[in-house]
């Protein structure tokens, strides 16, 4: 948006609530992995992190958090809306590559965040039912 670097360390010392989103007006993709990429990439450029399990977060719970619909959507409880995405964790021979030295969930999560693309979704489920996703 050409307003600055985000500054995530500051908004989580302050209580705000963040979650990550698309709609290219305010970004450059639809892609929820892109998004994560420059999160992560502007948090360092800022001299901070973002922990992998934070990019998730902020992706899913705290997307729903930041719109206060967290007792709607965000995980897999009981009752919640399901809408979900299933990845192929081996889609493409980088990211196949990558994944099979990971030894944490953690790191097997960042790979995720920063290599994959539409090619990893495998099937996408709204309200509970299963789409097929055709990369």
Known sequence: MGSGLFDFSESKKR???????????GGAAFSMFRVMDEAYKTARLRGGTITPL?????????????????????????????????????????????????????????????????RAVRMVYIMGNKYEHKA
């Open 54 to 118: 934070e990019l998730w977060h902020r992706a899913t719970l705290g997307g729903a958090e930041a719109l206060n619909l967290e007792d709607n959507i965000g995980n897999f409880v009981a009752d919640k809306e399901a809408d979900f995405t299933v990845f192929n964790l081996f889609a493409t021979p980088l990211l196949a590559r990558r994944l099979s030295v990971c030894k944490t969930a953690a790191d097997k999560l960042f790979a995720l965040a920063i290599l994959g693309d539409e």
């Open 15 to 25: 209580g705000v609530r963040v979650g990550l989103g698309t709609d290219v007006g």
